[in-house]
């Protein structure tokens, strides 16, 4: 079965300054995608990122950058210039390419950010 | 678009009282699949369909039922609601392999 894994329960960085939130991952799969979520205080559910496994470059959008490393099954999420916005909690995803799987979820990183 | 709805966004129920989760979707999305949230548990599914007429269970399916009549929406039965059945419900909608939409949510109290 597929298991992610998020080892750091909380996080915190300083306004402006880069963190990075690691994920790690188990499949016997070569092809899938890997997602990152926010989750404010709200409750809604919002996609930051995703990572086609068989591409190899990074994703990119904004300030948000991933390290997709798959022979390490390791898929890290970079905040850059962090702001007190991004003060959420972060949900690692992952999900077969093939058909209509479940999207398998860490248990997610609470961030904060400090002024 | 509409996107993902749930209703309600907010419920106390008694023990052993029944209700049902509403969900729907405008996207003609086949995947549909319900998830609980519950404090350093990250999300749980309970049940998901692939499509009109087909449903499967999750990880934690018991004690709720669901069915898939239309494309558009995906309503979660809860049969006798317990005490552990407090929680934060998501249901939420795709195409097949892609990302998932997500609802708002529904906070569920049962006392």
């Known amino acids: 079965a597929q298991t992610v894994t998020q080892s750091q329960p909380e996080m915190s960085v300083q306004e402006a300054e880069t963190v990075t939130l690691s994920c790690t991952y188990d499949t016997s799969e070569s092809d899938y995608y890997l997602f990152w979520y926010k989750q404010p205080p709200s409750r809604q559910m919002i996609l930051v990122i995703r990572?086609?496994?068989?591409?190899?470059q990074n994703a990119t959008e904004n300030r948000f950058s991933v390290n997709f490393q798959k022979a390490a099954k390791s898929f890290s999420l970079k905040i850059s210039d962090s702001q007190l916005g991004d003060a959420a909690m972060y949900f690692c995803a992952y999900r077969i390419s093939r058909g209509n799987t479940p999207l398998v979820f860490g248990k997610g990183t609470r961030l904060s950010v400090i002024a | 678009n509409a996107g993902v709805t749930q209703t309600p966004k907010f419920q106390v129920l008694k023990t052993g009282q029944s209700m049902t989760l509403q969900c729907a979707q405008d996207?003609?999305?086949?995947?549909m699949s319900w998830y609980r949230q519950d404090p350093g548990m990250g999300l749980r599914l309970i049940h998901y369909s692939v499509g009109a007429g087909i449903t499967d269970q999750g990880e934690v399916p018991n004690g709720y039922n669901v069915s898939r009549s239309t494309t558009e929406d995906f309503p979660l039965r809860l049969l006798s609601a317990a005490p552990s059945q407090t929680s934060v419900y998501f249901c939420?909608?795709?195409?097949?392999?892609?990302?998932?939409?997500f609802g708002p949510g529904t906070r569920l109290t049962v006392t």
């Open positions: 990572q086609e496994a068989y591409k190899q």
């Open positions: 939420a909608s795709s195409r097949t392999g892609s990302e998932q939409y």
């Open positions: 996207m003609n999305h086949e995947y």
